[in-house]
């Protein structure tokens, strides 16, 4: 392929996608904690049920900070029927890690220190995270 043909391509792709894509929450917010927690959801799930999960865990835990504070069985029940529950085991354990560090919000947290607490979610969920969020940006914190 050409340079040329592949511009042609990306602009067919990103044109099609703007008439054709499915108006999603997930993709409503620039908040790195909800894309985070729509990744993570979605490993091996569909869409169509994730959905009303997606709501009631954000009421529930709306940031990182109260997720971290919550009692895991508490999450595990939110969690209920959506299944792998280790997924959620995960993402619990990492807001504990966010709040150990006393960085309440995702948006505060330095990439070193997001490392390490990406250890816990797939590198596909790190990179989307990171990524889908214009406001997601790695900063220094003294």
Known sequence: MTLKEIDQTRK?????????????PWRETEDPYRIWVSEVM???????????????F????????????ADLQKVLKVWEGLGYYARARNMHRSAKIIRKMML???KRIS????????????RYSFIASSSTSP????????
């Open 12 to 24: 067919l792709l990103i044109d099609w996608y703007r008439r054709h894509h499915r108006q999603l």
């Open 42 to 56: 979605l490993q091996q799930t569909q869409v169509q049920t994730v959905l009303p999960y997606y709501q009631k």
């Open 58 to 69: 954000l009421l529930d835990f709306p940031d990182v900070k109260q997720l971290a504070d």
């Open 104 to 106: 309440f919000s995702i």
């Open 111 to 122: 990439q070193p220190q997001f490392q390490q607490v990406a250890f816990f979610f797939s």
């Open 135 to 142: 406001v997601f940006r790695f900063s220094r914190i003294a």
